[in-house]
């Protein structure tokens, strides 16, 4: 887990914390959707964060708690060209089941859980 956060933070370091030039001052415009999903049976709502030109793209998870989606970073994200999907994990905010504590195990989503409903 250590090294996923690792390398996820040396990939995107670059794009968000580089040498300024021209064109990463401005601000890219970006569209969202609400979304949802099942993951393990169990129904997940979250926001996709769409830049006119994606530059990259990742998942955000909000912290161990109860708390909602980390809109204002997948804001800062998104208008910085990363395409973004933030979710409530199970339990939190307007997602179904049942909050079963900050057990990794069970605030995971599934890798295959397709489209949406």
């Known amino acids: 887990m250590k090294l996923y956060l690792f390398i996820s ?3 995107l370091s670059s794009r968000l914390f580089g040498q300024t030039t021209p064109d990463s001052t401005q601000v890219t415009e970006f569209t969202t959707e609400n979304v949802k999903f099942k993951s393990a ?3 997940l709502s979250g926001t996709i964060f ?8 990742l998942v955000l998870v909000h912290g161990s708690g109860q708390e909602k989606r980390m809109i204002k970073m997948a804001t800062f994200l998104a208008t910085k060209g990363i395409a973004v999907l933030t979710y409530d994990k199970r339990g939190a905010g307007e997602s179904g089941g049942i909050y079963a504590g900050p057990e990794v195990a069970t605030n995971n989503i599934d890798h295959n859980c397709g489209g949406k409903d």
């Open 9 to 11: 933070f040396f990939c």
């Open 41 to 43: 049976g169990i129904t």
């Open 50 to 57: 769409k830049p006119k030109h994606p530059q990259a793209s």
